[in-house]
Protein backbone atom coordinates (compact mmCIF):
# COMPACT_ATOMS: atom_id res chain seq x y z
CA UNK A 1 0.00 0.00 0.00
CA UNK A 2 2.79 2.52 0.83
CA UNK A 3 4.32 1.69 -2.50
CA UNK A 4 1.22 2.43 -4.20
CA UNK A 5 0.94 5.56 -2.38
CA UNK A 6 4.57 6.43 -3.53
CA UNK A 7 3.53 5.91 -6.94
CA UNK A 8 0.47 7.64 -7.05
CA UNK A 9 2.10 11.11 -5.76
CA UNK A 10 4.79 10.83 -7.98
CA UNK A 11 2.18 10.51 -10.95
CA UNK A 12 0.05 13.51 -9.37
CA UNK A 13 3.36 15.80 -8.61
CA UNK A 14 4.84 18.26 -10.70
CA UNK A 15 7.12 16.98 -13.87
CA UNK A 16 9.96 19.23 -12.30
CA UNK A 17 11.46 16.68 -9.04
CA UNK A 18 13.15 20.31 -8.46
CA UNK A 19 9.80 21.33 -6.35
CA UNK A 20 10.64 18.84 -3.79
CA UNK A 21 13.52 21.20 -2.31
CA UNK A 22 10.71 24.36 -2.62
CA UNK A 23 8.41 22.24 -0.27
CA UNK A 24 10.73 21.40 2.27
CA UNK A 25 12.47 25.06 2.71
CA UNK A 26 8.75 26.05 2.59
CA UNK A 27 8.13 23.45 5.91
CA UNK A 28 11.31 24.73 7.38
CA UNK A 29 10.00 28.77 7.37
CA UNK A 30 6.78 27.26 8.64
CA UNK A 31 8.47 25.66 11.22
CA UNK A 32 10.20 29.22 12.54
CA UNK A 33 6.99 30.72 12.03
CA UNK A 34 5.86 28.75 14.53
CA UNK A 35 8.56 29.21 16.64
CA UNK A 36 7.82 33.06 16.57
CA UNK A 37 4.42 32.94 17.24
CA UNK A 38 4.85 30.90 20.40
CA UNK A 39 7.51 33.34 21.09
CA UNK A 40 4.90 36.25 20.75
CA UNK A 41 2.03 34.58 22.95
CA UNK A 42 4.98 33.91 25.92
CA UNK A 43 5.00 30.18 25.70
CA UNK A 44 8.38 29.02 26.87
CA UNK A 45 10.47 27.28 24.59
CA UNK A 46 13.34 25.09 24.50
CA UNK A 47 16.59 26.84 23.65
CA UNK A 48 15.72 30.35 23.53
CA UNK A 49 18.39 32.33 22.06
CA UNK A 50 19.16 30.02 19.27
CA UNK A 51 18.74 32.24 16.68
CA UNK A 52 16.16 31.42 13.15
CA UNK A 53 17.98 29.93 10.35
CA UNK A 54 17.60 27.57 7.56
CA UNK A 55 20.87 25.99 6.42
CA UNK A 56 21.15 23.48 3.55
CA UNK A 57 24.45 21.41 3.10
CA UNK A 58 25.95 19.25 0.47
CA UNK A 59 27.60 16.06 0.40
CA UNK A 60 28.98 14.87 -2.94
CA UNK A 61 31.11 11.97 -1.49
CA UNK A 62 27.67 10.98 0.41
CA UNK A 63 25.26 12.01 -2.54
CA UNK A 64 23.01 13.36 -0.25
CA UNK A 65 21.56 16.57 1.10
CA UNK A 66 20.92 18.61 4.36
CA UNK A 67 17.74 20.82 5.27
CA UNK A 68 18.54 22.04 8.29
CA UNK A 69 16.12 24.49 10.68
CA UNK A 70 16.28 25.58 14.19
CA UNK A 71 12.50 25.72 14.28
CA UNK A 72 9.54 24.64 16.42
CA UNK A 73 10.52 20.89 16.01
CA UNK A 74 8.27 17.67 16.55
CA UNK A 75 7.29 15.52 19.39
CA UNK A 76 6.57 11.99 18.60
CA UNK A 77 2.96 12.37 18.59
CA UNK A 78 3.36 15.23 15.74
CA UNK A 79 6.27 13.21 13.93
CA UNK A 80 3.78 10.50 13.38
CA UNK A 81 1.32 12.66 12.29
CA UNK A 82 2.76 14.52 10.21
CA UNK A 83 5.30 12.31 8.48
CA UNK A 84 3.36 8.96 9.10
CA UNK A 85 0.13 10.26 6.34
CA UNK A 86 0.97 11.27 3.12
CA UNK A 87 0.96 15.04 1.83
CA UNK A 88 -0.40 15.75 5.60
CA UNK A 89 -0.18 19.65 6.31
CA UNK A 90 0.56 20.08 10.01
CA UNK A 91 0.72 23.83 9.51
CA UNK A 92 -2.95 23.57 8.58
CA UNK A 93 -3.75 22.18 11.84
CA UNK A 94 -1.64 24.82 13.42
CA UNK A 95 -3.31 27.81 12.38
CA UNK A 96 -6.88 26.54 13.50
CA UNK A 97 -5.61 25.68 16.87
CA UNK A 98 -3.59 29.39 17.60
CA UNK A 99 -6.46 30.84 16.17
CA UNK A 100 -8.90 29.63 18.37
CA UNK A 101 -6.35 30.02 21.25
CA UNK A 102 -5.66 33.68 20.64
CA UNK A 103 -8.76 35.31 18.18
CA UNK A 104 -6.66 36.80 16.21
CA UNK A 105 -4.74 35.88 12.73
CA UNK A 106 -1.16 35.39 14.34
CA UNK A 107 -0.56 32.47 12.95
CA UNK A 108 -1.62 33.08 9.75
CA UNK A 109 1.87 33.57 8.24
CA UNK A 110 2.35 30.08 7.72
CA UNK A 111 3.60 28.92 4.10
CA UNK A 112 2.95 25.15 5.09
CA UNK A 113 -1.19 25.30 5.21
CA UNK A 114 -0.54 24.34 1.34
CA UNK A 115 1.76 21.79 -0.46
CA UNK A 116 3.27 18.91 -1.61
CA UNK A 117 4.87 18.02 1.63
CA UNK A 118 7.43 16.23 3.32
CA UNK A 119 6.48 13.24 1.04
CA UNK A 120 8.15 14.86 -2.00
CA UNK A 121 11.60 13.98 -0.52
CA UNK A 122 11.13 10.89 -2.23
CA UNK A 123 10.89 12.45 -5.36
CA UNK A 124 15.01 12.57 -5.74
CA UNK A 125 15.91 10.14 -2.64
CA UNK A 126 16.11 6.28 -1.71
CA UNK A 127 16.22 6.91 1.74
CA UNK A 128 15.18 9.99 3.75
CA UNK A 129 16.35 10.99 7.56
CA UNK A 130 14.37 12.75 9.91
CA UNK A 131 15.97 14.50 12.97
CA UNK A 132 14.25 16.33 15.29
CA UNK A 133 13.54 18.36 18.74
CA UNK A 134 10.28 19.71 19.60
CA UNK A 135 10.61 23.36 21.25
CA UNK A 136 8.86 22.19 24.24
CA UNK A 137 10.82 22.57 26.67
CA UNK A 138 12.35 18.71 27.87
CA UNK A 139 11.39 16.79 24.94
CA UNK A 140 14.17 14.17 23.55
CA UNK A 141 15.48 14.01 20.06
CA UNK A 142 14.16 11.77 17.90
CA UNK A 143 15.18 10.13 14.61
CA UNK A 144 12.68 9.20 11.80
CA UNK A 145 13.76 6.57 8.75
CA UNK A 146 12.00 5.56 6.21
CA UNK A 147 12.37 4.64 2.89
CA UNK A 148 8.98 5.48 1.33
CA UNK A 149 7.90 2.13 0.43
CA UNK A 150 8.25 0.17 4.02
CA UNK A 151 6.75 2.47 6.71
CA UNK A 152 9.16 3.94 8.80
CA UNK A 153 11.25 3.82 12.00
CA UNK A 154 11.36 6.18 15.16
CA UNK A 155 13.81 6.31 18.00
CA UNK A 156 14.85 8.75 20.71
CA UNK A 157 18.68 10.11 20.04
CA UNK A 158 20.46 12.45 22.10
CA UNK A 159 22.84 15.26 21.29
CA UNK A 160 19.72 16.74 18.64
CA UNK A 161 19.28 20.74 18.77
CA UNK A 162 16.15 22.36 18.63
CA UNK A 163 14.66 21.83 15.14
CA UNK A 164 14.36 19.70 12.53
CA UNK A 165 17.07 18.32 10.20
CA UNK A 166 16.18 16.36 7.01
CA UNK A 167 19.05 14.23 4.99
CA UNK A 168 18.21 12.79 2.06
CA UNK A 169 20.09 10.28 0.30
CA UNK A 170 19.81 10.83 -3.35
CA UNK A 171 18.43 8.70 -5.99
CA UNK A 172 21.29 8.07 -9.06
CA UNK A 173 19.28 9.87 -11.29
CA UNK A 174 18.77 12.69 -9.15
CA UNK A 175 22.58 13.58 -8.14
CA UNK A 176 21.90 16.58 -9.87
CA UNK A 177 20.65 18.15 -6.32
CA UNK A 178 24.50 17.48 -4.77
CA UNK A 179 25.50 20.17 -7.22
CA UNK A 180 25.44 23.78 -5.20
CA UNK A 181 25.00 25.71 -8.25
CA UNK A 182 22.18 23.43 -8.69
CA UNK A 183 20.56 23.77 -5.33
CA UNK A 184 21.01 27.37 -5.72
CA UNK A 185 19.54 28.02 -9.24
CA UNK A 186 16.19 25.83 -7.47
CA UNK A 187 16.54 27.71 -4.59
CA UNK A 188 16.59 31.17 -6.30
CA UNK A 189 13.81 29.94 -8.89
CA UNK A 190 11.77 28.59 -6.16
CA UNK A 191 12.05 30.00 -2.36
CA UNK A 192 13.76 33.50 -3.08
CA UNK A 193 11.42 35.43 -1.09
CA UNK A 194 10.89 33.26 2.22
CA UNK A 195 10.86 35.33 5.47
CA UNK A 196 13.76 33.89 6.92
CA UNK A 197 17.43 33.38 5.70
CA UNK A 198 18.10 30.61 3.50
CA UNK A 199 21.85 29.58 3.97
CA UNK A 200 23.63 27.68 1.16
CA UNK A 201 26.96 26.04 2.57
CA UNK A 202 26.92 29.08 4.68
CA UNK A 203 25.90 31.75 1.99
CA UNK A 204 23.00 33.32 2.16
CA UNK A 205 20.78 33.34 -1.18
CA UNK A 206 17.49 34.67 -0.95
CA UNK A 207 16.25 37.77 -0.67
CA UNK A 208 13.87 37.51 2.59
CA UNK A 209 11.80 40.91 1.82
CA UNK A 210 10.33 41.49 -1.49
CA UNK A 211 9.51 44.09 -3.05
CA UNK A 212 5.79 43.76 -3.78
CA UNK A 213 5.20 43.30 0.37
CA UNK A 214 6.70 46.63 0.90
CA UNK A 215 4.78 49.56 0.50
CA UNK A 216 5.17 51.20 -2.81
CA UNK A 217 6.26 54.61 -2.07
CA UNK A 218 9.10 52.77 -0.23
CA UNK A 219 10.49 51.02 -3.28
CA UNK A 220 13.14 52.56 -5.41
CA UNK A 221 13.00 52.84 -9.48
CA UNK A 222 16.41 51.00 -9.28
CA UNK A 223 14.45 47.91 -7.36
CA UNK A 224 11.93 47.56 -10.01
CA UNK A 225 14.12 47.61 -12.66
CA UNK A 226 16.05 44.61 -11.32
CA UNK A 227 12.87 43.09 -10.39
CA UNK A 228 11.69 43.28 -13.75
CA UNK A 229 15.37 42.57 -15.57
CA UNK A 230 15.15 39.28 -13.23
CA UNK A 231 11.60 38.69 -14.32
CA UNK A 232 11.62 39.12 -17.95
CA UNK A 233 15.39 38.25 -18.85
CA UNK A 234 15.49 41.71 -20.92
CA UNK A 235 17.57 44.74 -20.34
CA UNK A 236 15.27 47.23 -20.71
CA UNK A 237 13.53 49.30 -18.13
CA UNK A 238 9.90 49.25 -17.88
CA UNK A 239 7.35 51.86 -19.21
CA UNK A 240 4.67 51.95 -16.71
CA UNK A 241 5.42 49.93 -13.47
CA UNK A 242 2.27 49.91 -11.14
CA UNK A 243 2.52 48.14 -7.70
CA UNK A 244 -0.36 47.00 -5.62
CA UNK A 245 -2.77 45.39 -2.90
CA UNK A 246 -5.99 44.38 -2.24
CA UNK A 247 -7.91 42.53 0.58
CA UNK A 248 -10.95 41.71 -1.35
CA UNK A 249 -12.22 39.52 -3.59
CA UNK A 250 -9.18 38.07 -3.02
CA UNK A 251 -5.96 38.68 -0.83
CA UNK A 252 -3.14 39.77 -3.42
CA UNK A 253 0.05 41.68 -3.31
CA UNK A 254 0.90 42.22 -7.31
CA UNK A 255 3.62 44.41 -9.15
CA UNK A 256 3.19 44.35 -12.97
CA UNK A 257 5.82 45.38 -15.81
CA UNK A 258 4.75 47.16 -18.99
CA UNK A 259 8.01 46.62 -21.28
CA UNK A 260 9.30 49.42 -22.86
CA UNK A 261 8.56 47.67 -26.11
CA UNK A 262 6.65 44.98 -27.80
CA UNK A 263 7.81 41.44 -26.82
CA UNK A 264 7.56 38.63 -30.03
CA UNK A 265 4.32 36.50 -28.74
CA UNK A 266 3.32 33.42 -31.36
CA UNK A 267 1.53 30.51 -29.98
CA UNK A 268 4.92 28.60 -30.06
CA UNK A 269 6.29 31.37 -27.14
CA UNK A 270 3.08 31.56 -25.38
CA UNK A 271 5.42 29.48 -22.27
CA UNK A 272 7.62 32.44 -22.04
CA UNK A 273 4.89 34.98 -21.23
CA UNK A 274 2.24 35.17 -18.28
CA UNK A 275 2.84 36.68 -14.50
CA UNK A 276 4.36 34.38 -11.41
CA UNK A 277 2.60 33.55 -8.86
CA UNK A 278 3.35 33.52 -5.44
CA UNK A 279 1.86 32.37 -2.09
CA UNK A 280 3.33 34.02 1.21
CA UNK A 281 6.55 34.92 -1.19
CA UNK A 282 7.05 30.74 -2.11
CA UNK A 283 6.93 30.44 -5.96
CA UNK A 284 3.95 28.11 -7.06
CA UNK A 285 4.21 28.55 -10.57
CA UNK A 286 6.76 30.26 -12.66
CA UNK A 287 4.83 32.71 -15.75
CA UNK A 288 1.18 31.36 -15.40
CA UNK A 289 -0.38 32.55 -18.41
CA UNK A 290 -4.22 32.03 -17.04
CA UNK A 291 -3.60 35.30 -14.36
CA UNK A 292 -4.06 37.31 -17.17
CA UNK A 293 -6.26 37.72 -20.23
CA UNK A 294 -4.56 36.45 -23.50
CA UNK A 295 -4.50 40.60 -24.05
CA UNK A 296 -2.65 41.13 -21.34
CA UNK A 297 0.17 38.39 -21.78
CA UNK A 298 2.67 41.47 -22.73
CA UNK A 299 2.89 42.38 -18.80
CA UNK A 300 5.65 40.83 -16.68
CA UNK A 301 5.27 40.81 -12.83
CA UNK A 302 4.31 38.65 -9.50
CA UNK A 303 1.19 38.40 -7.75
CA UNK A 304 0.98 37.21 -3.97
CA UNK A 305 -1.72 35.53 -2.85
CA UNK A 306 -2.32 34.18 0.52
CA UNK A 307 -5.68 32.50 -1.11
CA UNK A 308 -4.01 30.53 -3.52
CA UNK A 309 -3.26 26.54 -2.48
CA UNK A 310 -0.29 24.82 -4.35
CA UNK A 311 -2.75 22.15 -6.45
CA UNK A 312 -0.19 18.85 -7.76
CA UNK A 313 -2.30 19.42 -10.66
CA UNK A 314 -1.61 21.97 -13.49
CA UNK A 315 -4.58 22.13 -15.03
CA UNK A 316 -6.15 22.18 -11.18
CA UNK A 317 -4.61 25.39 -11.00
CA UNK A 318 -4.90 26.70 -14.06
CA UNK A 319 -8.87 26.37 -13.73
CA UNK A 320 -9.14 27.57 -10.17
CA UNK A 321 -12.10 30.08 -9.04
CA UNK A 322 -9.27 31.79 -6.91
CA UNK A 323 -7.19 32.51 -10.55
CA UNK A 324 -10.18 33.73 -11.72
CA UNK A 325 -10.46 36.23 -9.45
CA UNK A 326 -6.99 36.83 -9.52
CA UNK A 327 -7.43 37.89 -13.18
CA UNK A 328 -10.25 39.78 -12.98
CA UNK A 329 -8.75 42.14 -10.10
CA UNK A 330 -5.26 42.05 -12.53
CA UNK A 331 -7.52 43.37 -15.69
CA UNK A 332 -9.45 45.83 -13.90
CA UNK A 333 -7.05 47.46 -12.08
CA UNK A 334 -4.95 47.13 -15.30
CA UNK A 335 -7.10 49.22 -17.29
CA UNK A 336 -8.18 51.35 -14.84
CA UNK A 337 -3.99 52.27 -14.39
CA UNK A 338 -3.56 53.06 -18.26
CA UNK A 339 -6.66 55.10 -18.64
CA UNK A 340 -4.78 57.03 -15.75
CA UNK A 341 -1.89 57.30 -17.45
CA UNK A 342 -3.14 58.47 -21.03
CA UNK A 343 -4.69 61.70 -19.03
CA UNK A 344 -1.29 62.29 -16.86
CA UNK A 345 0.91 61.99 -19.24
CA UNK A 346 -0.70 61.72 -23.54
CA UNK A 347 2.68 61.69 -24.95
CA UNK A 348 4.09 58.92 -22.79
CA UNK A 349 0.70 56.90 -23.19
CA UNK A 350 1.11 57.31 -27.18
CA UNK A 351 4.83 55.82 -26.67
CA UNK A 352 2.73 52.90 -25.32
CA UNK A 353 -0.04 52.88 -27.62
CA UNK A 354 2.21 52.65 -30.82
CA UNK A 355 3.96 49.58 -29.16
CA UNK A 356 0.90 47.43 -27.57
CA UNK A 357 -2.18 49.16 -29.15
CA UNK A 358 -2.94 46.02 -30.75
CA UNK A 359 -3.47 44.17 -27.58
CA UNK A 360 -5.75 47.02 -26.82
CA UNK A 361 -7.58 45.72 -30.03
CA UNK A 362 -7.38 42.10 -29.34
CA UNK A 363 -8.86 42.90 -25.67
CA UNK A 364 -11.74 44.56 -27.50
CA UNK A 365 -12.45 41.76 -29.44
CA UNK A 366 -12.06 38.56 -27.21
CA UNK A 367 -14.02 40.31 -23.96
CA UNK A 368 -17.36 38.98 -23.16
CA UNK A 369 -17.89 42.18 -20.55
CA UNK A 370 -19.58 45.05 -22.33
CA UNK A 371 -18.53 47.42 -19.46
CA UNK A 372 -14.82 46.33 -19.78
CA UNK A 373 -14.72 46.87 -23.40
CA UNK A 374 -16.46 50.58 -22.75
CA UNK A 375 -13.42 51.03 -20.86
CA UNK A 376 -10.89 50.02 -23.17
CA UNK A 377 -12.45 51.87 -25.75
CA UNK A 378 -11.17 54.54 -24.04
CA UNK A 379 -7.58 53.27 -24.81
CA UNK A 380 -8.08 53.19 -28.85
CA UNK A 381 -5.91 55.84 -30.49
CA UNK A 382 -6.56 56.92 -34.06
CA UNK A 383 -5.61 59.06 -36.88
CA UNK A 384 -7.65 61.69 -37.35
CA UNK A 385 -9.45 63.78 -40.71
CA UNK A 386 -9.91 66.37 -38.29
CA UNK A 387 -5.81 66.51 -37.31
CA UNK A 388 -2.46 66.35 -39.49
CA UNK A 389 -0.58 62.65 -40.18
CA UNK A 390 0.74 60.98 -37.37
CA UNK A 391 -1.59 62.34 -34.60
CA UNK A 392 -3.53 60.26 -32.82
CA UNK A 393 -7.04 61.61 -30.99
CA UNK A 394 -9.58 58.93 -28.46
CA UNK A 395 -12.91 58.24 -28.61
CA UNK A 396 -13.59 60.91 -26.05
CA UNK A 397 -11.74 63.62 -27.91
CA UNK A 398 -14.21 62.77 -31.18
CA UNK A 399 -17.19 63.26 -29.17
CA UNK A 400 -16.05 66.21 -27.45
CA UNK A 401 -15.90 68.07 -31.08
CA UNK A 402 -18.66 66.36 -32.51
CA UNK A 403 -21.69 68.14 -34.10
CA UNK A 404 -24.06 68.74 -31.61
CA UNK A 405 -26.69 66.74 -33.49
CA UNK A 406 -24.40 63.71 -34.60
CA UNK A 407 -25.61 60.49 -33.58
CA UNK A 408 -22.71 58.54 -34.67
CA UNK A 409 -18.77 57.76 -35.16
CA UNK A 410 -17.62 57.65 -38.13
CA UNK A 411 -14.48 55.69 -38.96
CA UNK A 412 -13.07 54.41 -42.01
CA UNK A 413 -10.42 51.29 -42.79
CA UNK A 414 -8.09 51.88 -45.48
CA UNK A 415 -4.41 50.51 -45.97
CA UNK A 416 -2.80 54.24 -45.57
CA UNK A 417 -4.36 57.70 -44.95
CA UNK A 418 -3.89 58.75 -48.86
CA UNK A 419 -5.81 55.45 -49.69
CA UNK A 420 -8.62 56.88 -47.20
CA UNK A 421 -8.74 60.48 -48.23
CA UNK A 422 -9.37 59.78 -51.77
CA UNK A 423 -12.01 57.49 -50.87
CA UNK A 424 -15.22 57.57 -51.85
CA UNK A 425 -17.05 56.85 -48.82
CA UNK A 426 -14.76 59.24 -47.17
CA UNK A 427 -15.81 62.29 -49.46
CA UNK A 428 -20.10 62.08 -48.65
CA UNK A 429 -18.64 62.41 -44.72
CA UNK A 430 -16.16 65.08 -45.56
CA UNK A 431 -19.14 67.28 -48.08
CA UNK A 432 -21.38 66.82 -45.20
CA UNK A 433 -18.65 68.25 -42.46
CA UNK A 434 -18.13 64.90 -40.56
CA UNK A 435 -14.70 64.15 -39.15
CA UNK A 436 -13.77 60.83 -40.10
CA UNK A 437 -11.12 58.58 -37.71
CA UNK A 438 -9.38 56.70 -39.79
CA UNK A 439 -8.32 53.20 -39.05
CA UNK A 440 -5.18 51.22 -40.82
CA UNK A 441 -5.29 47.77 -40.03
CA UNK A 442 -8.29 44.71 -39.88
CA UNK A 443 -8.08 44.90 -35.99
CA UNK A 444 -8.93 48.14 -35.67
CA UNK A 445 -11.89 47.22 -37.99
CA UNK A 446 -13.04 44.21 -36.02
CA UNK A 447 -12.82 46.03 -32.56
CA UNK A 448 -14.86 48.72 -33.82
CA UNK A 449 -17.64 46.70 -35.06
CA UNK A 450 -17.68 44.95 -31.64
CA UNK A 451 -17.77 47.96 -29.69
CA UNK A 452 -20.95 49.47 -31.48
CA UNK A 453 -21.34 52.09 -29.45
CA UNK A 454 -20.00 54.22 -27.13
CA UNK A 455 -21.28 57.53 -24.55
CA UNK A 456 -24.75 57.14 -26.77
CA UNK A 457 -23.27 57.11 -30.43
CA UNK A 458 -23.05 54.09 -32.81
CA UNK A 459 -20.44 53.20 -34.43
CA UNK A 460 -20.68 53.66 -37.70
CA UNK A 461 -18.16 52.90 -40.33
CA UNK A 462 -18.04 55.07 -43.12
CA UNK A 463 -18.95 52.82 -45.79
CA UNK A 464 -22.54 52.11 -43.99
CA UNK A 465 -22.92 56.17 -43.67
CA UNK A 466 -26.41 56.27 -44.48
CA UNK A 467 -26.38 60.30 -45.04
CA UNK A 468 -28.87 62.15 -46.94
CA UNK A 469 -28.42 63.26 -50.60
CA UNK A 470 -25.89 66.06 -50.49
CA UNK A 471 -25.18 68.85 -53.23
CA UNK A 472 -22.42 68.25 -55.76
CA UNK A 473 -19.13 69.96 -54.71
CA UNK A 474 -19.83 72.62 -57.31
CA UNK A 475 -22.79 73.80 -56.46
CA UNK A 476 -23.03 76.68 -58.88
CA UNK A 477 -22.35 74.34 -61.49
CA UNK A 478 -25.49 72.78 -63.98
CA UNK A 479 -24.57 68.28 -63.96
CA UNK A 480 -25.88 65.98 -66.59
CA UNK A 481 -27.57 62.50 -65.48
CA UNK A 482 -29.20 60.09 -66.46
CA UNK A 483 -33.37 60.38 -66.41
CA UNK A 484 -34.76 58.36 -63.88
CA UNK A 485 -36.07 55.83 -66.64
CA UNK A 486 -32.49 55.54 -68.14
CA UNK A 487 -31.05 55.21 -64.64
CA UNK A 488 -33.38 51.97 -63.66
CA UNK A 489 -33.17 50.39 -67.24
CA UNK A 490 -29.10 50.79 -66.56
CA UNK A 491 -28.84 49.57 -63.12
CA UNK A 492 -31.39 46.41 -64.26
CA UNK A 493 -29.34 45.93 -67.23
CA UNK A 494 -26.33 45.95 -65.27
CA UNK A 495 -27.52 43.36 -62.65
CA UNK A 496 -28.05 41.10 -65.44
CA UNK A 497 -24.80 41.42 -66.64
CA UNK A 498 -22.90 41.11 -63.52
CA UNK A 499 -25.21 38.15 -62.56
CA UNK A 500 -27.58 37.15 -59.83
CA UNK A 501 -25.73 34.90 -58.64
CA UNK A 502 -22.93 37.87 -57.77
CA UNK A 503 -24.73 41.33 -56.62
CA UNK A 504 -27.35 41.18 -54.45
CA UNK A 505 -29.09 44.46 -56.27
CA UNK A 506 -27.67 47.59 -58.58
CA UNK A 507 -29.60 50.77 -57.96
CA UNK A 508 -28.92 54.69 -59.07
CA UNK A 509 -27.84 57.14 -55.86
CA UNK A 510 -26.74 60.16 -55.53
CA UNK A 511 -24.73 59.54 -52.31
CA UNK A 512 -21.55 60.69 -53.51
CA UNK A 513 -20.00 62.43 -56.64
CA UNK A 514 -16.25 62.19 -57.81
CA UNK A 515 -16.91 57.60 -58.12
CA UNK A 516 -19.21 56.44 -61.03
CA UNK A 517 -19.87 53.48 -58.55
CA UNK A 518 -19.84 52.27 -54.54
CA UNK A 519 -21.02 49.04 -52.86
CA UNK A 520 -22.93 49.37 -49.44
CA UNK A 521 -22.47 46.49 -47.52
CA UNK A 522 -24.93 45.60 -44.23
CA UNK A 523 -22.17 44.11 -42.34
CA UNK A 524 -19.00 45.16 -44.33
CA UNK A 525 -16.48 44.54 -41.63
CA UNK A 526 -17.98 40.88 -40.64
CA UNK A 527 -18.00 40.07 -44.22
CA UNK A 528 -14.89 41.25 -44.77
CA UNK A 529 -14.00 39.02 -41.56
CA UNK A 530 -15.41 35.99 -43.11
CA UNK A 531 -13.88 36.41 -46.80
CA UNK A 532 -10.33 36.66 -44.84
CA UNK A 533 -10.95 33.62 -42.62
CA UNK A 534 -12.41 31.48 -45.22
CA UNK A 535 -9.88 28.39 -46.19
CA UNK A 536 -8.14 28.77 -48.99
CA UNK A 537 -9.76 26.39 -51.18
CA UNK A 538 -13.67 27.34 -50.36
CA UNK A 539 -12.55 31.53 -50.58
CA UNK A 540 -13.41 31.88 -54.10
CA UNK A 541 -17.28 30.15 -53.34
CA UNK A 542 -17.54 31.98 -50.61
CA UNK A 543 -16.32 35.21 -52.02
CA UNK A 544 -19.34 34.37 -54.36
CA UNK A 545 -21.66 33.80 -51.92
CA UNK A 546 -21.33 36.72 -49.84
CA UNK A 547 -21.59 39.04 -52.18
CA UNK A 548 -24.35 37.81 -53.34
CA UNK A 549 -26.26 37.76 -50.64
CA UNK A 550 -24.81 41.07 -49.25
CA UNK A 551 -23.38 43.30 -51.75
CA UNK A 552 -25.80 46.43 -53.35
CA UNK A 553 -24.16 48.03 -56.04
CA UNK A 554 -25.02 51.68 -56.07
CA UNK A 555 -24.47 53.78 -59.61
CA UNK A 556 -23.73 57.74 -59.85
CA UNK A 557 -26.12 58.90 -62.62
CA UNK A 558 -24.28 62.11 -62.95
CA UNK A 559 -21.00 60.69 -63.42
CA UNK A 560 -19.70 60.60 -67.37
CA UNK A 561 -18.83 56.95 -67.17
CA UNK A 562 -22.30 56.12 -66.25
CA UNK A 563 -23.85 57.86 -69.02
CA UNK A 564 -21.29 56.83 -71.40
CA UNK A 565 -21.88 53.22 -70.45
CA UNK A 566 -25.86 54.11 -70.71
CA UNK A 567 -25.28 54.97 -74.44
CA UNK A 568 -22.65 52.10 -75.06
CA UNK A 569 -24.93 49.58 -73.99
CA UNK A 570 -26.99 49.76 -77.18
CA UNK A 571 -24.23 50.05 -79.41
CA UNK A 572 -21.55 47.53 -78.23
CA UNK A 573 -22.87 45.28 -76.03
CA UNK A 574 -20.25 43.01 -75.42
CA UNK A 575 -17.52 46.58 -74.64
CA UNK A 576 -20.34 47.39 -72.01
CA UNK A 577 -20.71 43.85 -70.35
CA UNK A 578 -16.45 44.42 -69.75
CA UNK A 579 -16.90 47.83 -68.33
CA UNK A 580 -20.13 46.53 -66.51
CA UNK A 581 -17.70 44.05 -64.58
CA UNK A 582 -14.63 46.15 -64.28
CA UNK A 583 -16.86 48.88 -62.60
CA UNK A 584 -17.79 46.64 -60.10
CA UNK A 585 -14.64 45.22 -59.37
CA UNK A 586 -13.37 48.83 -58.83
CA UNK A 587 -16.14 49.57 -56.42
CA UNK A 588 -15.28 46.29 -54.48
CA UNK A 589 -11.56 47.48 -54.23
CA UNK A 590 -12.71 50.89 -52.88
CA UNK A 591 -14.33 48.58 -50.18
CA UNK A 592 -11.37 46.29 -49.82
CA UNK A 593 -13.65 43.38 -50.36
CA UNK A 594 -11.30 41.57 -53.73
CA UNK A 595 -9.39 38.82 -52.88
CA UNK A 596 -7.86 38.28 -55.36
CA UNK A 597 -7.55 41.03 -58.52
CA UNK A 598 -5.30 39.07 -61.07
CA UNK A 599 -8.64 37.54 -62.09
CA UNK A 600 -9.38 41.47 -63.31
CA UNK A 601 -6.29 40.97 -65.89
CA UNK A 602 -7.94 39.37 -68.98
CA UNK A 603 -10.67 41.59 -68.41
CA UNK A 604 -9.04 44.25 -68.36
CA UNK A 605 -6.42 43.52 -71.22
CA UNK A 606 -9.54 43.04 -73.55
CA UNK A 607 -11.17 46.66 -72.84
CA UNK A 608 -7.25 48.03 -73.64
CA UNK A 609 -7.37 46.24 -76.94
CA UNK A 610 -10.58 47.38 -77.88
CA UNK A 611 -9.53 50.80 -77.04
CA UNK A 612 -6.23 50.60 -79.02
CA UNK A 613 -8.20 49.30 -81.79
CA UNK A 614 -10.68 52.14 -81.97
CA UNK A 615 -7.63 54.46 -82.21
CA UNK A 616 -6.64 52.91 -85.51
Not at 166 to 189: G, H, N, S, T
Request: glycine share 6%; proline share 4%; hydrophobic share 35%.
Amino acid sequence: AKEDQKQWYQRRVRAEREVFLRELVSNAADALEKLRYRQVVGDEIESPDLEPSIQISLSDSLKSITIEDTGIGMTRDELIANLGTIARSGSKEFVKKSQVESGDNKGSNIIGQFGVGFYSAFMVGHHVTVMTRSAVPGSPGLVWNSNGADGYEIAEAVGIPRGTRIVIQLREDAEEFCRKDRIREVLQKHSNFVGFPVMLEGAQVNTVDPLWVRKASDVTDDEHVELYQSLSARRDSPLYTMQFAVDTPVSIKCVLYVPEFMPQIDISSMGNFGISLYSRKVMVQARNPKLVPEWLLFLQGVVDSEDVPLNLSRELLQESVIINKIKSVITAKMISYLNRQSKRDPIKFEKFYREFGRFIRIGMVTTESTSEREDLAKLLRFESTAEESGVLVSLDQYIERAKEDQKQVYYLCAPSREVALSSPYYESLSDAGYEVLLTYNKEDDVAMFRLESYKDKKICSAENANLPTTKSRDSTSTVDKLSDKDGKDLATWMRDVLGRETVKEVKITDRQHSQPAVVSVKNLTTLRHYLDMAPPEQKEASYKYLLHDNVTLELNPSHPIIRELSELREGSPDIAGLVAAQLFDNALINANLVHDPRRMVPRINQLLDSLLKGRK
